[in-house]
């Protein structure tokens, strides 16, 4: 008898997504969000299933993750928003409470809750990853969102 193998495909359609984008850096934001809608639309996701909602800043995102993977209404929470190093070291201490809050969110509630923040020293770098050379970190998370909806599916 052969070990069963699971895998998450990236195909969306009949899925329900929550995306969850900071108003603050919208420059950079508003490409991520950009990205998300471009990657759930190709893989076959339904306009309408999915639903934005925007916080003022990053720190703003778990809480709004949890309340709405509490709905039971979403398959994944795609969380989008841009941390840019400033003079002090509140960057980085906004960025760890963000990764640590979205992690246990998905944890606590059992959904796929993705992270799509970019975090960069400069307004360039975060340009580069909302769009850019390096891609757009909005359309990764979208379709990291796609797969793992449907690797917990698989997994049930």
């Known amino acids: 008898m052969m070990a069963?193998?699971?895998?998450?495909?990236?195909?969306?359609?009949?899925?329900?997504?929550?995306?969850?984008?900071?108003?603050?850096?919208?420059?950079i934001t508003a490409k991520l969000l950009e990205g998300a809608r471009d990657a759930l639309l190709r893989h076959g996701v339904n306009?309408?299933?999915i639903d934005v909602a925007w916080t003022p800043g990053c720190l703003e995102i778990p809480i709004t993750s949890k309340k709405l993977a509490q709905s039971n209404?979403?398959?994944?929470?795609?969380?989008?928003g841009a941390v840019?190093?400033?003079?002090?070291?509140?960057?980085?201490?906004?960025?760890?409470?963000?990764?640590?809050?979205?992690?246990?969110?998905?944890?606590?509630?059992?959904?796929?809750v993705i992270q799509g923040i970019?975090?960069?020293?400069?307004l360039e770098q975060a340009i580069q990853r909302a769009g850019a050379k390096e891609g757009n970190r909005g359309?990764?998370?979208?379709?990291?969102?796609?797969?793992?909806?449907?690797l917990l599916k698989a997994l049930q």
Do not use: Q, W
């Open 73 to 80: 209404r979403y398959d994944a929470i795609i969380c989008l």
């Open 84 to 112: 840019i190093r400033g003079g002090t070291p509140h960057s980085e201490y906004v960025a760890s409470e963000v990764n640590r809050g979205i992690g246990k969110v998905s944890l606590d509630t059992g959904l796929p």
């Open 47 to 49: 306009e309408a299933h």
């Open 139 to 150: 359309f990764t998370a979208a379709a990291n969102a796609i797969e793992m909806a449907n």
């Open 4 to 27: 069963k193998h699971y895998e998450g495909i990236l195909i969306g359609k009949g899925l329900k997504f929550a995306v969850v984008v900071s108003r603050f850096n919208e420059l």
């Open 118 to 122: 970019i975090t960069a020293d400069t």
